[in-house]
């Protein structure tokens, strides 16, 4: 079993920036990336970034190519997301989850956290 806990969520105007941290703890020895996901209200729930945590290896949805930055420190086994130039539609539910990588391609397992809300005022 994987644990993911989300925080950093919060309200931020329009311009601003945040970063999300995932803690991972559990057995991970399945998982060999971490996602995050986002959910806006009335909205399906969205791919965001990804990291391949032995390689570094990342992916950006299209939305937030070269606004948003993840990363990861394995000596506090955690993920980050740094949101810069947040715009009222990033506003959402952010989630982590763990998976893992064949090849290029990423496949989330069903380990989710509860997610941390991010409020972007306009």
């Known amino acids: 079993q994987v644990q993911l806990v989300e925080s950093g969520g919060g309200l931020v105007q329009a311009g601003g920036s945040l970063r999300l941290s995932c803690a991972v703890s559990g057995s991970t020895t399945s998982t060999n990336g971490i996602a995050w996901y986002r959910q806006a209200p009335g909205k399906q729930r969205e791919l965001v970034a990804v990291?391949?945590?032995?390689?570094?290896?990342?992916y950006y949805g299209g939305s937030v190519k070269g606004r948003f930055t993840i990363s990861r420190d394995n000596a506090k086994n955690t993920v980050y997301l740094q949101m810069n130039s947040l715009k009222p539609e990033d506003t959402a539910v952010y989630y982590c989850?763990?998976?893992?990588?064949?090849?290029?391609?990423?496949?989330?397992?069903?380990?989710w956290g509860k997610g941390t809300l991010v409020t972007v005022s306009p």
């Open positions: 990291i391949r945590v032995d390689e570094s290896t990342t």
């Open positions: 989850n763990a998976g893992s990588f064949r090849g290029p391609a990423y496949y989330g397992k069903d380990y």
